[in-house]
């Protein structure tokens, strides 16, 4: 079991930036894959980011080049850093993990979310 723990979200003009973490409950060096997902009114839930224990890192294309996702393992923490928001990547970002993979099937663990307003 591990509990995961977001934090970062908030309220920014287009154009700015943010940075997501997520706090995991315990040690995630054996937590093979992380992710962010995100959640927009009226919409499915849907991969933003992802990231193997070994940092091979995945995106979607809507955020590849302005997204980075990142993974410090002493700190038991997953990042997501944010540049060039557009409003459309407003929504509830949630962290999830899984010890086989966040990217397909349905995550075992998911954190609260938290959320982003991107204003234009």
């Known amino acids: 079991q591990v509990q995961l723990v977001e934090s970062g979200g908030g309220l920014v003009q287009a154009g700015g930036s943010l940075r997501l973490s997520c706090a995991a409950s315990?040690?995630?060096?054996?937590?093979?894959?992380m992710g962010w997902y995100r959640q927009a009114p009226g919409k499915q839930r849907e991969l933003v980011a992802a990231?193997?224990?070994?940092?091979?890192?995945a995106y979607v294309d809507f955020v590849k080049g302005r997204f980075t996702i990142s993974r410090d393992n002493a700190k038991n923490t997953v990042y997501l850093q944010m540049n060039s928001l557009k409003p459309e990547d407003t929504a509830v970002y949630y962290c999830?993990?899984?010890?086989?993979?966040?990217?397909?099937?349905?995550?075992?663990?998911w954190g609260q979310g938290t959320q982003v307003t991107v204003s234009s």
């Open positions: 315990r040690s995630i060096f054996s937590i093979n894959s």
């Open positions: 990231i193997t224990s070994r940092g091979s890192t």
């Open positions: 999830a993990a899984d010890s086989l993979t966040v990217v397909a099937g349905i995550p075992s663990y």
